[in-house]
């Protein structure tokens, strides 16, 4: 990907985007503890990405870019979530530098997967795993970008879907509010036309309690949800889990069904401990 | 024959998929997936949308008799006409309504076992090819797409231009196999869709340019009630052609009846023969079999009852088992909500306006100034349910619910609208009280 010149390559549209003509957004990434997967999706957006260079200044990208402009930023996307002392001073820094901070997937929103350590003792993790432990120092929770720093937006997904982060860039060029619903996966399925596997097939499906965005992608391919986007806006777990028992599974495989990429969002967290306890 | 075209179209493109953000799959999936055949210019005097109104002298057609070899020359037949045919088929282990080519296409030896959030297809000895009782999803997938372009616009040399705010063209489709109770909510769509002086016109083009051919039913699932609600078995009117299928010592065959003068010109074509007494007399024992069924909705002074209970201490107990996840709206085939999301692209130089179903499960469906005003399941289940049985009268004159039984089969969480009325009834404030 070539580097944005500061001043350079003239914009299409220009003024008559209903964007300043003079400044172009400065967009900046930033990466804490994750697998890069949400920030390639930015790159994956093969169509529009010359539109959005065009569109926006994109100064400070290291996992894209060699040229790092200083901040401040218009927009900040934070990837990956906070597991070392440096990462939670750095991210007050990040939230100094961006006026609009916007979190990329589930490590940045809800822990990730890597919270599943929250629920065990990291230091008998270090001890086991690293031949020199005494040059590791990390926390004991995995934690989101929102426990430590106010959050503008915080796009869902393991990893996010790709179009809902071009229409968060566009919708926030032209300052309208983003389309990306909230409520269940089950809109899309049925809307998709899908016939539910839950209930044709009796496959523990998570997608009624799950956030919408995947496009119905796992009931789609015969798989249920695995909640990669998260709690749905108003999610009951209680009931779902009740219904999932009645499918025949047990309270060890619910337990592991809530902690996955968003174990630590904390109505996946109370259900997963819900059954856990049984 | 096809349809109404009081304009002639110029054969157009298949239609983009609409701008889904999360999924460009879905919306290719959800809109037309046929792809060539257009709308015919018009030869028949009437369109579908009268078929009701036509007065058919049934006196002089008797039912006539088609064996399968026949209906297999219907289909041929509608499919030379430029017809999409859709009928029932087996995907992903249910019956579907989808694009079908040919008798091969239907499920033979197949039926459908339902009951609350559980449904099963099954094979079974019999050879019918209507032996099911429901298709998974309504015909509302074919007449009120889950999602649909309105317009879109372009900024040109400083200026905003429309490019397009057609309805959006629709193939001419043939419905094969509408069941009485969901020709009870097309008729429910009808009015609320067209009968007022705004109609809409993705609807309107899809609906007078469909064909129908009903398909009376034999059994009934565990979550029919068609015969608490009066839209069922038996099928009276609004089709072009209505089938029921009977095995039985006598063969394999379907009963005819023309309901419009396009029914009658399809009879003519496939050689049809008149019926038997004894035809006509299965055709009635099969009915009496499907009006058998074990569930009920009591509907007297419904309405009223609804209205005097919103805070019946039902409601919270469904609310503890609702998910809020849409599947009874998404699948049921009266629901007609939408949304309308616009969306620009990143140069903020084109534009495009898309509805796409929505539920009254969801926040944003309520979202006024400030907030959604149905926060709990509770709300919102009330909203649905008094929708449904209630207000609905008072809009459209007609109860919102045909008794098909899709929400019951479909929710995920086994919520049984029929159950929930019954407990309500018991445990409530009584309407004449
Ligand atoms: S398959 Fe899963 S996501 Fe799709 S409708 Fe069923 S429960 Fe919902
Ligand atoms: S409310 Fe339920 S039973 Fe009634 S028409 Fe809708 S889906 Fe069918
Ligand atoms: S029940 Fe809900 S989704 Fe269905 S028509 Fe009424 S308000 Fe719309
Ligand atoms: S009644 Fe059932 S299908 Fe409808 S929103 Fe509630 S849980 Fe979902």
């Known amino acids: 990907m070539s580097s944005e010149k500061k001043d350079g390559a003239k914009r299409k549209g220009g003024s008559k985007t209903g964007v300043k003509a003079a400044a172009k957004p400065k967009i900046a990434v930033f990466k804490f503890a994750s697998c890069d997967g949400c920030q390639l999706s930015l790159l994956d957006a093969e169509d529009e990405l010359l539109a959005i260079t065009d569109a926006v200044d994109i100064a400070y990208f290291p996992e894209a870019s060699r040229a790092m402009l200083k901040g401040p930023y218009d927009i900040g996307f934070v990837e990956g979530s906070i597991t070392t002392h440096h990462d939670a001073q750095r ?7 961006c006026k609009t901070l916007v979190t990329l997937g589930a490590c940045a929103t809800a822990g990730g997967i890597q919270a599943l350590r929250n629920w065990k003792d990291v230091d008998e993790f270090i001890r086991v795993v690293y031949a020199s432990p005494q040059f ?7 934690t989101p970008i929102a426990e430590h720093v106010p959050v503008d937006f915080e796009l ?14 566009t919708a926030t060029l032209c300052g309208r509010k983003p389309n990306i619903p909230t409520n269940s996966v089950c809109l899309a399925c049925k809307r998709k036309g899908n016939v539910c596997i839950a209930v044709a097939r009796g496959i523990p499906c998570l997608g009624p309690v799950t956030h919408t965005g995947c496009g119905a992608l796992c009931p789609s391919f015969d798989r249920g949800c695995y909640g990669c986007f998260g709690p749905m806006e108003t999610p009951n777990t209680a009931s779902l889990t009740e219904r999932l028992r009645i499918l025949g599974q047990t309270d060890d ?4 069904g809530f902690r996955g990429f968003n174990a630590w969002a904390w109505q996946f967290r109370r259900a997963s401990e819900e059954c856990e306890r049984k | 024959m096809a349809t109404r075209a009081q304009t002639p179209r110029a054969p157009r493109k298949k239609r983009e998929p609409s701008p889904t ?11 037309s997936k046929g792809n060539g055949s257009q709308p015919k210019p018009n030869s028949g005097k009437r369109n579908a949308k009268t078929a009701s109104a036509i007065e058919f002298d049934r006196a002089n057609h008797r039912p006539a008799l088609i064996t399968p070899e026949q209906l297999e020359k219907l289909i041929a037949t509608l499919i030379n006409d430029g017809f999409e045919v859709i009928g029932p088929t087996v995907r992903d282990e249910a019956i579907t309504y989808d694009p079908v080519k040919c008798v091969a296409d239907l ?13 099963r297809l099954k094979k079974s000895d019999n050879p019918a090819l209507f032996g099911y009782s429901l298709g998974a999803q309504s015909w509302k997938t074919f007449l009120h797409p889950a999602e649909a372009r309105l317009f879109a616009a372009e900024k040109q040399n400083g200026a905003f231009h429309i490019l397009n705010n057609d309805p959006i063209p629709a193939v001419s489709r043939a419905l094969l196999g509408v069941r009485a109770c969901e020709l009870a909510a097309i008729r429910a769509q009808d009015r609320v869709l067209l009968g007022d002086k705004y109609r809409d016109p993705i609807y309107g083009s899809r609906r007078e340019s469909a064909l129908i051919i009903a398909v009376q039913c034999s059994h009934a699932a565990a979550t029919c009630f068609c015969v608490s609600i009066g839209s069922g078995p038996k099928v009276s009117d609004g089709f072009d052609l209505l089938l029921t299928e009977l ?3 006598n063969g394999h065959r379907f009963v005819v009846e023309p309901g419009t003068d396009r029914g009658i010109g399809l009879l003519a074509r496939v050689d049809a ?9 299965a055709v009635e024992s099969a009915l009496a079999s499907a009006a058998q069924q074990q569930r009920k909705l009591d509907t007297a002074g419904l309405k009223e009852f609804l209205y005097e209970n919103f805070e019946n201490p039902q409601w919270d107990k469904i609310s503890a088992r609702c998910l809020s996840c849409a599947n009874c709206t998404m699948s049921c085939p009266t629901c007609f909500c939408t949304t309308v999301d616009d969306a620009t692209d990143v140069t903020g130089t084109h534009a495009e306006r898309c509805r796409r179903w929505d539920s009254c499960f969801t926040q944003s469906f309520s979202y006024i100034h400030g907030g959604s005003i149905r926060t709990s399941a509770k709300a919102r289940y009330r909203q649905w349910m008094t929708h449904k049985l209630a207000a609905w009268t008072d809009q459209f004159g007609s109860l919102g619910c045909v008794g098909c039984g899709r929400c019951i089969t479909w929710c995920p969480a086994a919520i049984d609208i029929t159950e929930e009325v019954r407990a309500m009834r018991e445990g409530g404030v009584r309407a004449d009280a």
Request: aromatic residues 4%; proline residues 7%; neutral net charge.
């Open chain 1, 91 to 97: 991210i007050q820094e990040v939230r100094r530098e």
């Open chain 1, 136 to 142: 590791i120092s990390t926390l004991k929770l995995s």
């Open chain 1, 156 to 169: 869902r997904g393991c990893p996010i879907n790709k179009y809902q982060l071009i229409e968060l860039i």
């Open chain 1, 253 to 256: 495989q619910l337990m592991r």
């Open chain 2, 21 to 31: 953000r999360n999924s460009p799959r879905a919306a290719a999936e959800a809109t």
């Open chain 2, 107 to 119: 499920p033979a030896g197949w039926t459908d076992e339902q009951e609350p959030a559980r449904y």
């Open chain 2, 247 to 249: 095995v039985d010592a």
């Open chain 2, 273 to 281: 023969k008149p019926a038997l007494e004894a035809d006509l007399a």
